[in-house]
């Protein structure tokens, strides 16, 4: 089978070699569509995006990410930590602060997040 796809300019290329199949043959279960479920939430990718220019502590959080409860954010937290993106590191000073910061696969995601800033910028200009 050959798949063929129209770009913004008009022309028909062939991608019989770039495509891969939508799901894994062993489970039938779709790896972007885990991926997508794992980044659900309204507020994931912004903590991602925060998390990206290093640790920051939970209430460095808050005020970083306009409009959202801790509660939720908590949530959205422990979510992001159950995944591997996020890891939790307990400080040793007098306030017993908690730091957040991406892990080497949420660093990994990193990346690709930024790629996808980078195509809504281009595709979705004032979404």
Known sequence: MRYFFVTRGE???D?????RPWSVPETGECPVAETLRTLGGKHKASILHCLTLGELHF??????LDGISRKVLAEQLRDLLDS?????VQKQDA?????YSLTEKGLALGAILSQLYD????YQPGA
């Open 11 to 13: 022309q028909v290329r």
């Open 15 to 19: 991608t019989a070699a770039q495509i």
């Open 59 to 64: 209430l460095e959080l808050t005020r970083a």
């Open 84 to 88: 591997g993106l996020v890891e939790r």
């Open 95 to 99: 306030r017993q602060r908690v730091g």
């Open 119 to 122: 195509w809504a910028e281009t």
